[in-house]
């Protein structure tokens, strides 16, 4: 399971990233195919550090919401 940020571009669609798989970024047209293709991303991402033996991040990420 892992966190992931969602941002409205401003051309339209959505830009995703996993901010625990540093460099770990996706984007869609619609919600629906942003989140389909950072799942995608993430699962490649994973399947590239397995191969690497390299450990996997932990999804350690705080979320503080604030109104400034």
Known sequence: MRQIVIIPAEEGGYIVECPSLPGCYSQGE????????????????????????KPIPEDKLDRVMMVV
């Open 30 to 53: 619609t919600l629906d195919e942003a989140i389909n293709n950072i799942k995608e991303a993430i699962e490649l991402y994973i399947d590239v550090l397995n191969e690497d033996g």
